[in-house]
Nanobody
Framework: QVQLVESGGGLVQPGGSLRLSCAAS????????MGWFRQAPGKERVWVAA????????IYADSVKGRFTISRDNVKNMVHLQMNSLKPEDTAVYFC??????????????????WGQGIQVTVAS
């Protein structure tokens, strides 16, 4: 059974930075696409970023491009999301996700994925 556990969330001022981490277990992560989604209060869950464990290809939503960076550590079976220049509109619960696919773009649909429990990120002064 695949399990994902997020950590690293919290409260940060606008313009600040946070680094989220996701620990994966129950599978060999090398051949799986990993990604991050977020859900603000009263809104739908939306895709943020994704990366392939095989190769070094990464993609981002326009809303975070240039500010967020997704990275991976296959030895430790972890994926990270470095968030810089944070804005109040980045406030949300952030979810780690994994999808068994060889096509990176398919994870943005949110279908056929395993989710982490979610972690709160609050950007406020």
């Amino acid at each position: 059974q695949v399990q994902l556990v997020e950590s690293g969330g919290g409260l940060v001022q606008p313009g600040g930075s946070l680094r989220l981490s996701c620990a994966a277990s129950g599978f060999t992560s090398e051949y799986y696409v990993m990604g991050w989604f977020r859900q603000a209060p009263g809104k739908e869950r939306v895709w943020v970023a994704a990366t392939s464990w095989s190769g070094r290809n990464s993609i981002y939503a326009d809303s975070v491009k240039g500010r967020f960076t997704i990275s991976r550590d296959n030895v430790k079976n972890m994926v990270h999301l470095q968030m810089n220049s944070l804005k109040p509109e980045d406030t949300a619960v952030y979810f780690c996700a994994v999808q068994k696919t060889g096509v990176l773009n398919t994870i943005i649909t949110g279908r056929n994925v395993t989710w982490g429990q979610g972690i709160q990120v609050t950007v406020a002064s």
